[in-house]
């Protein structure tokens, strides 16, 4: 089993920054695309950004130039830095991950997700 845990939302005013984390942990071999989406009310899940095991990276328009993507794959570990924050952004974060196990068996995985929430 895998499980992957999200934190580093709160509140904060526009144009701050946060910077959110998703740790896996479990039977995991090899973690291979890693992603944030976001789900604002009212409204469908969407990707935020995405990055493959070899760090290469896209972003929504909406972000670009503003949140980046990273990972430490000795760390089993994803993050996403968000900057110049809108009041648009509000929304609950999730992280995704295509994980392989040692049975080479490979499925995707979603956090619980965190709330990120940018005042005007």
């Known amino acids: 089993q895998v499980q992957l845990v999200e934190s580093g939302g709160g509140l904060v005013q526009a144009g701050g920054s946060l910077r959110l984390s998703c740790a896996a942990s479990g039977t995991i071999f090899s973690i291979n695309n890693m992603g944030w989406y976001r789900q604002a009310p009212g409204k469908q899940r969407e990707l935020v950004a995405a990055?493959?095991?070899?760090?290469?990276?896209n972003y929504a328009d909406s972000v670009k130039g503003r949140f980046t993507i990273s990972r430490d794959n000795a760390k089993n570990t994803m993050y996403l830095q968000m900057n110049s924050l809108k009041p648009e952004d509000t929304a609950v974060y999730y992280c995704?991950?295509?994980?392989?196990?040692?049975?080479?068996?490979?499925?995707?995985?979603w956090g619980q997700g965190t709330q990120v929430t940018v005042s005007s």
């Open positions: 995704n991950a295509v994980v392989t196990n040692f049975n080479s068996f490979r499925d995707a995985y």
């Open positions: 990055i493959t095991s070899g760090g290469g990276t």
